[in-house]
């Protein structure tokens, strides 16, 4: 099937640093391309979509014809160094840049801010940490994002101070934050929703053996973070999630940094969860784009790289960015994917891209599924 998607221009990739640390620029690009969320099963364009003007227009509810929504996932997203200043853009939908579109005409998009939300604590010991304000959970709802995990390394950077202006965050946001909470069971809870007719439930978790998840596990009576380390927890997630909605959406913090070849580690939990039901199991912490594709049923991205970044790395590819766009019938089948390619430039922007950087971007992006011993998606890959 023919497929216009790609993504960012191959070389110099490099950017960010480790620990889910600092990740980002390249040269900036132009354009972008993907399935209109009102086509589901047409295969991406080669029409670069204007920047948006002016408020959002507000998402369709109405059922389509066929029964079909669109999910579109991106990775992480930090309002810090360069990128601080997007909070301050205007019109505010832009502090994504022109690929803020993409997550808008999905009818449900889902990424992962990686940061405390608060202004006080002091630093946990470990050598990255990053904070933001309340006010990126509305930038990003203005950017066309409608569920943000926070289900990561760097969610309790700033302690129990920390913790608990983000767990306040949390409670008056604009958008559901999950995968953090005051006990175990808020921080494992499905966001479920209904979309143009389908009920959906989303869970984070993370799966990176760190400080925080040594330390800021939730637990009972304990706020934190929910673990994909405690799997029988994680399971029990995902089947209470199944037991409310057809099509269950699994967002993690996953991999090993660097690395585009997803670990054993990422593999069997994938495996799990796929057996437990899930449509779809992604994720991202390794700073560069990881193998994508079906297993089974369920689809996996094994990771979707930086997205709005706010430092620099030596991993190589680690500006390759994009959005991934699934669509899905009522009962949870993954009927078509595709792909809009972006680099991070050098303030830290997705930047999509079109032509023969995101033709030779979709190559090298189809060509990481080997590893990760994924089959094509419908519509997808070549």
Request: aromatic fraction near 4%; charge should be neutral.
């Amino acid at each position: 099937m023919r497929r216009v998607a790609a993504a960012v221009a191959l070389l110099l990739g490099l950017t960010g640093v480790a620990a889910c640390g600092p990740d980002g620029p390249a040269p900036g690009a132009a354009a972008t391309n993907a399935a209109p969320a009102s086509s589901p099963a047409a295969p991406a364009t080669a029409t670069a979509p204007a920047a948006p003007t002016g408020s959002p227009t507000p998402k369709p509810t109405a059922p389509r014809p066929d029964g079909s929504i669109t999910v579109a996932f991106a990775g992480d997203v930090h309002f810090e160094g360069r990128t601080e200043a997007r909070l301050a853009v205007q019109p505010p939908e832009q502090a994504l840049g022109p690929i803020s579109r993409t997550l808008a005409e999905a009818d449900l998009s889902v990424l992962n801010l990686e940061t405390a939300i608060t202004g006080r604590g002091a630093p946990e010991p470990k050598l990255y940490t990053f904070r933001t304000t309340p006010k990126a959970l509305g930038a990003l709802k203005d950017s066309g994002v409608d569920v943000v995990s926070m289900a990561n390394n760097h969610a309790v950077d700033f302690g129990a101070d920390g913790l608990t202006d983000t767990l306040a965050a949390k409670d008056s946001a604009p958008i559901p934050v999950l995968g953090v909470g005051r006990t175990a069971k808020d921080a494992y809870a499905p966001y479920v929703t209904t979309v143009r007719g389908v009920k959906v439930a989303v869970v984070a978790a993370s799966q990176i053996e760190d400080l925080t998840n040594q330390k800021w596990r939730a637990g009972a009576d304990k706020p934190g973070i929910a673990s994909a380390l405690d799997v029988p927890a994680l399971l029990a997630a995902v089947d209470a999630a199944k037991r409310q909605a057809p099509v269950v959406l699994v967002y993690l913090h996953w991999g090993e940094e660097g690395k585009a070849c997803p670990t054993a580690a990422q593999t069997t939990i994938a495996k799990k969860l796929a057996a437990a039901g899930a449509t779809a199991v992604v994720g991202t912490h390794a700073h560069t784009m990881v193998g994508s594709g079906m297993l089974g049923s369920t689809y996996v991205g094994y990771g979707f790289g930086n997205f709005l970044w706010y430092g620099t790395s030596n991993y190589p590819f680690s500006n390759e960015t994009g959005v991934t766009t699934l669509t899905l019938t009522r009962e949870g089948k993954v009927t078509g994917e595709a792909f809009t390619p972006a680099t991070v430039d050098d303030r830290g922007v997705p930047m999509p891209v079109t032509g023969a950087a995101a033709e030779a971007a979709l190559k090298r992006r189809d060509g990481l599924r080997g590893c990760a011993g994924l089959a094509p998606a419908p519509g997808g890959g070549r």
